[in-house]
């Protein structure tokens, strides 16, 4: 009989394996002997060193297959591609250590001309950091139709006192569409109906009842009528326009030119369609309404595509008059801005960015130059060249476009202006407008970059326009110590030094705004950036409603600034109101900035165009935003037509829509922000 015995007692788990040790002793091996393993070893307590004998741990060797270094290897080359090719030349040592926005930082420096519309407009889509006011979708989703417009002379009169860029079609063509950044008044103006939407159906409404602009004449032939009355006309033109426009951009030799005129010897086409020009803006500064009309028609047979084909210097400068001057007062901004390009190539081609060198002339030729002929041919060259470069500069300090290359310090070293006498203050005017379009070139340029503005660069930015407006000498900062022919350039260099500082602070409001501000986030310096704000939107407002003059070119500015200036006491009571507490104190004071401006654009009234709406977009905004509709509960429109208007459609340089939710509902931030103007 077989028995099989099994054992029912539980073993416990066997210890892990000790690790295993060399077969000699560190000293053994030093010696070469041999050694029994033991410790310690017979050998070193033959020699007496028993304190040394001791082993030491095999280590585990780590062998990599082929494969496995092949696919590492793969990987790691297939990700320095993707960084060489989102940050070209830089080294990948370099971006080691760099936060995530610093990195974002550097890829939109690094982004190139051809994937600017590609690439970097997909990562803004999906990037909440990266502004994008370029994009052709409205609010709820759906594609907006392609940016075009039209400003042709050809339109009905209702049609032609619309363009999206001074936000004045309000009733017109919402079709026109052209592109505008963060700086433009449609970004402020989109805010203030997201914010309120009741009030835009009641601009809207209000828009369409205000009156049609009545048509104008149709131009007169110059061959018919009484000469000698045409003659007396185009001289109070001219005198008009050397009185109250040419201080602004003294680009003509005013003695050369009176005596061409009167001489009668030029009747080159350039010559003709400068000396047009000249009455046609000269017609607007006498007060008349219709013979600018007149003498545009003349102009435009001179001022054709066959200028270009023919460059002079005159040419030249009836083109900076029509695209810097009169094409803005007409309402065509965007034909405006194509033809001072197109002047700005017509100047390069002529060599106006380069001072020329063979004829400078040393100072005994100047000066006896100098007792022959008022302004020599190279200073008038200066002066044309940095009137137009005035003239581009002005026009763009709220488009939000890129510069273009319009001032390159590596490529261009035309001289500034210089005085004929001590006591040429037209020249003095033109050289304190391009010091001050230096500054805000590069204002522009910086606004037209991917990333946004940042406080500390707004900072540098208004305290070098505050140092080069305390620089000015006395006759273009106090009316009391300025020669009356200098008084509308004067005005002119106030507003738009008042109006670039805005733009600096109410775009970084908008920033602000936007980043869902808690208020354990707002700092001192964006405290400042709003007391900043609100200071310099009054000083504005008085300073138009206290110097302007009754004459139509400086009211057409005057006004224009005034407009502007109106955007924040607007934003002001939208904000105040959506508040459950709102600071009265700050709606006051608003109120009354409103109430001023109001009462200084009836009293221009009179020297205004028929054309000009900015009074009536204002007035109509004040009352949606504080009539019965403020007390109904108002929330941020989230399914609204972006189209609405037409002129406030684009995505306010940022890649999501607005939430002011959060921003609204700060106590803190409302007892600080917009407590007055703009």
Known sequence: MFHSFSSHKKTSPSPPAPARLNKSCSECTRRKVKCDGGHPCSSCAYYKVSHLCSYRQRNKRNAVSRSTLEEVSERLRSRTETLERLFPGRAVDDLAGKSRDA???????????????????????GDPDVADDSAQVSENGEPAADRQWDE???????????????????????????????????????????????????????????????????????????????????????????EHVHPIVPMLDEHDFRTAYSTGDRRDPGWLGLLNMVITIGSIASGSDTLHEQYYEQAR???????????????????????????????????????????????????????????????????????????????????????LFCFDTWASMTLGRPTCGRWEASTMDTTLPSLVTEDDHVAISLRASAQFCLICNRIQHRFA????????????????????????????????????????????MRNRYLNIRLILMRSLILYLAHGRIQKTQLSVEERQIINTCRVVASEAIDSIALYWTPNRI?????????????????????????????????????????????????????????????PDIVAAVYEAITGEAEAAGRTPSQDGDSNFFGWYDEQLTFGTELDWGSFLMDDDIQGTLFTTTQ
């Open 152 to 242: 042709s002379s050809h339109q009905p009169p209702v049609l032609q006192v619309g363009d999206d860029i001074n936000a004045i079609n309000l009733a017109t063509d919402h079709h026109r569409r052209s592109y505008l950044g963060v700086t433009s008044v449609s970004a402020i103006l989109r805010a203030i109906f997201r914010l309120c939407p009741s009030a835009k159906q009641r601009v809207a409404e209000q828009a369409k009842q205000w009156p049609e602009i009545p048509s104008q004449p149709q131009p007169q032939s110059f061959l018919s009528g009484d000469m000698s009355a045409n003659l007396l006309k185009e001289q109070r033109c001219i005198d008009f326009y050397f």
């Open 103 to 125: 990195l974002l930082d550097l890829l939109r420096v690094d982004v190139t001309p051809g994937t600017a519309a590609g690439e970097s407009a997909g990562n803004s889509a």
């Open 554 to 614: 400086h009211v057409w500015n005057s006004a224009w600034y005034l407009f502007q200036a109106c955007m924040i006491p607007l934003l002001s009571i939208v904000i105040e109101g959506s508040r459950p507490d709102p600071n009265v104190d700050a709606v006051s004071s608003a109120r009354a900035s409103l109430v001023k401006a109001l009462e200084t654009c009836s009293e221009m009234r009179p020297w205004m165009r028929a054309s000009d709406r900015g």
């Open 301 to 387: 047979t001179f001022v054709d595509l066959d200028s270009f084909g023919a460059g002079n210097l005159e040419s030249l400068q009836a083109l900076c008059l029509l695209g810097g001057l009169y094409l803005h007062y007409r309402n065509a901004p965007n034909m405006a801005y194509a033809v001072i390009g197109a002047a700005h190539r017509v100047a390069i081609a002529l060599g106006l960015h380069r001072e020329s060198r063979r004829r400078n002339m040393n100072a005994a030729e100047a000066q006896a130059g100098a007792t022959l002929n008022p302004v020599s041919r190279v200073e008038i060259r200066r002066r044309t060249w940095w009137g």
């Open 449 to 492: 970059q991917f990333n946004r503005l940042t406080i500390p660069e707004a900072v540098a930015f208004d305290q070098e326009l505050q140092a080069w407006f305390n620089s000015l000498p006395l006759v273009l900062r106090s009316p009391t110590n300025s020669p009356s022919r200098l008084t509308i350039a004067r005005e002119f």
